[in-house]
């Protein structure tokens, strides 16, 4: 008989769904945007954007889930029998539970990189590595797609094995511990950052705004990092939150996730920024800022040599509690369907995942100039890798926030949000209702249009 499908305690949903949010987009993605567009402003920005677009729309997805209580697919069909909704919202729940394939799948390669940067910190070091070494040794990487592959079937068997165990014995004997882990190491990271790089300079790069760098486009990315970085659309969050127990507050745990989400944000650029400048080195590297500028920074610092495999292996964590949500949400999807164990689900979609990810793997060597949807206009300069992540960071991931936001919104009757949601008092539920009805869907539908 299967494992019932619900957390064992309210701590642990909050392990789990601060997991799921805090991935590497939270350490890597944040930093390097943040850095290329200006600090202050665009943090002020994001903040706003947290507060007043990602919250509401988070708050929609745990209540959705809750409400349905079974994978993204079988809670609209739950939600049809129970409130009415049309059977069409089903498309939303395959969509949802495609785009976490897809994402995942190109997910664990880059979720690979740490691991692969982990191991080359523990052995070789950067001690004396300059710039131009730190490209070539990227490059080495990305075409050697043995390596890859490697890392990303380690990666996604460590994934494999905690879903595989179910959710008592696998998901929170996992979370239970990398969770809190993940913190630790960036506390340490932080302190680090506090005694012997530039925080001052960090500080004052983060926090005190130039609104002369403020224009449309920097408010669009911040809007854009808030609302993704949650991981919100793709159902993962209202897999999780099917999962809560009734007496949860639900407004006040995703108080707590995207407070934590956005705090995480903001301790790694404290962590990371006195490094960079510390060492003379520019905050707008792009992408190439965790992977190119950073080992700079620790072959050239006091305990580099420590710092560095602390550093990897908290990206490395971080990108695992990520995965283990995502990969859940897809087994469980299949699961609700199926008469296979969940271990023969988990070990089919492993090796899926693995599969699709080769496009992935050899999108950065061989395939690097293969443009699949050249075709259409959008995709006409976008290899294999390129293509998957716009499809899902570009169409997919908005298509299924604007959705969520329309379906707790509009979808659903407001006496059913307020049995679920049971607000300290009534203003509370308007402000929430009004956002997620109008101010969600009009800037997210803006940051589509943007990328478009």
């Known amino acids: 008989m299967p494992e019932p499908r619900k957390w064992s305690n309210h701590l ?36 706003f954007a947290i507060a007043f677009v990602a919250l509401p729309a988070l708050i929609a997805e745990f209540l959705i889930g809750r409400r349905g209580g079974a994978s993204v697919v079988k809670t609209m069909d739950n939600l049809k029998t129970r409130d009415g909704i049309s059977r069409a919202w089903r498309y939303y729940g395959q969509m949802a539970a495609l785009g976490a394939f897809i994402a995942l799948s190109f997910y664990s390669v880059i979720a690979g990189w740490t691991i692969d940067y982990f191991i080359r910190s523990v052995t070789v070091g950067f001690s004396g590595i300059t710039t131009a070494l730190t490209e070539a040794a990227l ?20 994934t494999a094995i905690t879903v595989a165990a179910g959710l008592r014995h696998g998901l929170e004997r996992v979370l239970r511990w990398l969770t809190p882990a993940l913190f630790v190491l960036l506390i340490l990271l932080l302190a680090y950052a506090v005694l012997a790089g530039d925080f001052r300079a960090a500080v004052e790069f983060l926090f005190v705004p130039d609104f002369s760098k403020l224009s449309a486009e920097t408010v669009l990315l911040a809007v854009g990092q808030a609302f993704f970085s949650l991981g919100i659309g793709l159902g993962v969050l209202l897999t999780i939150g099917a999962y809560m127990d009734q007496k949860s507050s639900i407004l006040r745990a995703s108080l707590i996730v995207a407070g934590a989400d956005a705090g995480v944000a903001l301790v790694a650029g404290l962590a990371i920024f006195p490094i960079v400048f510390a060492n003379g080195l520019s905050p707008a590297e792009g992408p190439g800022l965790i992977f190119m500028t950073l080992p700079v920074a620790f072959g050239s610092m006091p305990g580099g040599a420590i710092l560095a495999p602390f550093f990897f292996i908290l990206m490395a964590i971080a990108a695992l509690t990520s995965a283990i949500t995502i990969m859940e949400t897809i087994v469980s999807t299949i699961e609700d369907y199926s008469n296979l164990s969940r271990h023969k689900i988990v070990l089919l979609v492993t090796f899926m995942l693995w599969i699709a990810g080769l496009g992935t793997v050899f999108s950065f060597s061989d395939l690097q100039n293969f443009h699949p949807l050249e075709f259409i206009p959008a995709f006409a300069d976008r290899n294999i890798f390129e293509s998957l992540d716009y499809i899902v960071s570009n169409w997919m991931m908005p298509a299924g926030g604007v959705l969520v936001a329309l379906l707790a919104g509009w979808g659903l009757t407001q006496s059913a949000t307020r049995e679920e949601l049971r607000p300290p008092g ?23 249009l943007a990328n478009f």
């Open 426 to 448: 009534g203003v509370v539920y308007k402000v929430w209702h009004a956002l997620v009805r109008y101010v969600v869907p009009i800037a997210i539908a803006l940051v589509f």
């Open 12 to 47: 642990m949903f909050l392990a789990a769904a601060i997991g799921s949010a805090v991935g590497i987009s939270n350490v890597w993605k944040f930093t390097y945007v943040a850095g290329e567009n200006g600090g202050g402003a665009f943090v002020l920005v994001y903040v």
């Open 139 to 158: 490059e080495e990487l990305m075409v050697s797609p043995g390596r890859m592959m490697m890392s990303q079937l380690f990666f996604l068997g460590l």
